[in-house]
């Protein structure tokens, strides 16, 4: 499968982005779906995940409350709708999927994605 993320760009502190992941080449509904973020310097880290049914949604502390994820199995997209966004949430979002029914905590971790999209840039600053 292939993943092309956009929606992102640069935001006043406070203000809300949503993020898309299309994906190709796969069958959308028979995959897990995170997504992780990495800002400069930092290791990348778990923000959200979605089950393949969409039944199981799961967050960062960081960002339970303001971030919302979801997915539309006939658009063949997940989103990540961003709300209350704060400088700290700068980074480069990038999309990932698996064929696997993930545990939880496989799916807040990065390497149990087998396939990764070119990543988003969200810019927090006043």
């Known amino acids: 499968v292939q993943l092309q993320a956009s929606g992102g760009g640069l935001v006043q502190p406070g203000g809300s982005l949503r993020l898309s992941c299309a994906a190709s080449g796969g069958t959308f509904s028979g995959y897990s779906m995170g997504w992780f973020r990495q800002a400069p310097g930092k290791e990348r880290q778990f923000v959200a995940a979605?089950?393949?049914?969409?039944?199981?949604?799961y967050y960062a502390d960081s960002v339970k409350g303001r971030f919302t994820i979801s997915r539309g199995n006939a658009q063949n997209t997940v989103y990540l709708q961003m709300n209350s966004l704060k400088p700290e949430d700068t980074a480069v979002y990038y999309c990932?999927?698996?064929?696997?029914?993930?545990?939880?905590?496989?799916?807040?971790?990065?390497?149990?994605?087998?396939?990764w999209g070119q990543g988003t840039l969200v810019t927090v600053s006043s």
């Open positions: 990932a999927a698996d064929e696997a029914s993930l545990i939880m905590s496989s799916l807040m971790t990065p390497v149990s994605y087998n396939y």
């Open positions: 979605v089950r393949k049914s969409g039944g199981g949604k």
